[in-house]
């Protein structure tokens, strides 16, 4: 992948209402697809992957992505947020499975 | 299972010292190492990966070195710090032939 773009730096959403947090890559090869999650001061950790078949993916924390081919998307959703949803989401995409080209992060930001 | 160890989780260091963070991998064989850089409000930032020991590649050039001694460690190192070199530094791994990355917990350094 040549790059990875994460459209918005921020996203405040009520707590109990939906979210989508967008990702977009540019490639023009077959690609494996991830987000990861950041709590403050702390590592990654991987919510859900695309690697092949269906392009519905499902992850931890009620979290799900969508795989669109022809907009080289991976928009990561959840149907209702809560404040433990805090955090700093990262999509990242790998052509080769050895590097991770990553966006620059999409912070949540959860109002009560 | 396999868990990641990623030491010291802060360090506050002057201008000119040296600079190690260490990293071990317990529960696999031969992974992938990778060291990252995040400074704030930005994304990831590959400095070196490790396919193997004694094998380092450099993504950036910079004030930092990454030395393999053991399939399992990975260390960062410098001779002398700048304060551009402070960040939130991350150690991870990926089993071999897979894509999917694994964290530590990172390293909050300060330059001062």
């Known amino acids: 992948a040549q790059s990875v773009t994460q459209l918005d730096s921020q996203v405040p959403v009520f707590e109990e209402a939906p979210v989508e947090l967008r990702c977009n890559y540019s490639s023009s090869v077959s690609v494996y697809l991830f987000w990861y999650v950041q709590y403050p001061n702390q590592g990654l950790q991987l919510l859900l992957k695309y690697l092949s078949g269906s392009t519905l993916v499902k992850g931890i924390n009620g979290f799900e992505a969508e795989f669109n081919k022809s907009q080289t998307s991976f928009h990561l959703r959840k149907p209702s947020v809560h404040i433990s949803d805090t955090a700093e989401y990262f999509c990242?995409?790998?052509?080769?499975?050895?590097?991770?080209?990553w966006g620059a992060g999409t912070k949540l930001i959860i109002k009560p | 299972s396999q868990t990641i160890h990623q030491w010291p989780a802060t360090l506050v260091q002057p201008v000119g010292s040296p600079l190690s963070l260490e990293c071990t991998v317990e529960g696999t064989s031969n992974p992938n190492l990778y060291w990252y850089r995040q400074a704030a409000g930005r994304g990831l930032q590959l400095l070196f990966y490790s396919v193997g020991i004694g094998q380092i590649s450099s993504e950036v050039p910079q004030n930092l070195s990454a030395s393999r001694p053991q399939d399992r460690q990975f260390i960062l190192s410098s001779k002398k710090l700048l304060l551009s070199d402070s960040g939130f530094y991350l150690c991870a791994w990926t089993p071999p032939g897979r894509t999917e990355a694994f964290f530590g917990q990172g390293t909050r350094l300060t330059v001062v």
């Open positions: 990242a995409v790998s052509e080769d499975g050895y590097q991770l080209i």
